[in-house]
């Protein structure tokens, strides 16, 4: 079993910065990607970053220029960076990790609890 621990959300005004921070720990042999994904009330659940384990990066139009993702591999963490943060930033964020089991073969998806970003004056 593994568990992604998610912290560094909150209340943040127009223009403000936050960073989001997510550690994985438990059964893991590796770790391929890590993503953060926002949903806002009513909507559907949406890709803000992802980072492969060789560092490659893909970011949603919407964040492009204000988001960086980055990743710890030694510390099994992966970060996210928010700058330049909107109202319609606010959402639940969570993080997802694709991991190779340390006992079960094959590849394993995981989430994180969530975390409250809001961007509000």
């Known amino acids: 079993q593994v568990q992604l621990v998610e912290s560094g959300g909150g209340l943040v005004q127009p223009g403000g910065s936050l960073r989001l921070s997510c550690a994985a720990s438990g059964s893991i042999f590796s770790i391929n990607a890590m993503g953060w994904y926002r949903q806002a009330p009513g909507k559907h659940r949406e890709l803000v970053a992802d980072?492969?384990?060789?560092?490659?990066?893909n970011y949603a139009d919407s964040v492009k220029g204000r988001f960086t993702i980055s990743r710890d591999n030694a510390k099994n963490t992966v970060y996210l960076q928010m700058n330049s943060l909107k109202p319609e930033d606010t959402a639940v964020y969570y993080c997802?990790?694709?991991?190779?089991?340390?006992?079960?073969?094959?590849?394993?998806?995981?989430w994180g609890q969530g975390t409250q970003v809001t961007v509000s004056s």
């Open positions: 980072i492969t384990s060789g560092g490659s990066t």
């Open positions: 997802n990790a694709e991991v190779k089991d340390a006992v079960l073969p094959g590849l394993y998806d995981y």
